[in-house]
């Protein structure tokens, strides 16, 4: 079955950028998708389509995917960006989550 | 306004059944397929079922021959049939809107399902 791998934890300064990796085999061939949890709150989609913003996602958030890896990037990260990130594709009729990354931001 | 409204989850002995319900408001429900998604205390997010807009239903190996997607376009109601019910699936149940090539746009707020004798 497909698989999509990201760190369990990314640590950036507030200011800076933080890139969380979502690595899959021939993952550039797919879309991939990108969601924000933050603690007792439910998923929200930040990144479609590789890159895309849905209304309301701030420009600071940003997507790539080629080759085995997607890549979510925040420019000059926040301290209300600290939350947990989920990458997501679909391989045939399967959605797969990747694992989740906690980004703290210290 | 958009909105997604689970309801129906609860404590359950292992071997039981819920049925866990998601209300739907604000959008043409029969335009859109639905997920499940669940989350197990202290994990990641992982795909429960799908149903899209003909009524195609798709499961993950997990769950496949105990749970039952389906959706009342009348009623704007989206449900999850669980039988057989086993500790690890105690999770909170998420139903999440799908746009076709965005992903899962929309999500409710969630109802929680516990698995324990």
């Known amino acids: 079955s497909y698989e999509l791998t990201q760190p369990p934890s990314v640590s950036v300064s507030p200011g800076q950028t933080a890139s969380i990796t979502c690595s899959g085999e021939k993952v550039g061939d797919k879309y991939a998708r990108w969601y924000q949890q933050k603690p007792g709150q439910s998923p929200v989609l930040v990144i479609y389509?590789?890159?895309k913003r849905p209304s309301g996602i701030p420009e600071r958030f940003s997507g790539s995917n080629s080759g085995n890896t997607a890549t979510l990037t925040i420019s000059g990260t926040q301290a209300m960006d600290e939350a947990d990130y989920y990458c997501q594709t679909w391989d045939s009729t399967t959605v797969v989550f990747g694992g989740g990354t906690k980004l703290t931001v210290l | 306004e958009v909105q997604l409204v689970e309801s129906g989850g609860g404590l359950v002995q292992p071997g039981g059944s819920l049925r866990l319900s998601c209300a739907a408001s604000?959008?043409?429900?029969?335009?859109?397929?639905m997920h499940w998604v669940r989350q197990a205390p202290g994990k990641g997010l992982e795909w429960v079922s799908t149903?899209?807009?003909?009524?195609?239903?798709y499961y993950p190996g997990s769950v496949k021959g105990r749970f039952t997607i389906s959706r009342e376009n009348a009623q704007n109601s989206l449900y999850l049939q669980m039988n057989s019910l086993r500790v690890g699936d105690t999770a909170v149940y998420y139903c999440a809107r799908v746009r076709t090539t965005v992903g899962m746009d929309v999500w409710g707020q969630g109802t929680t399902v516990t698995v324990s004798s």
């Open positions: 604000g959008f043409t429900f029969s335009n859109y397929d």
């Open positions: 389509q590789d890159s």
């Open positions: 149903i899209g807009t003909a009524g195609d239903t």
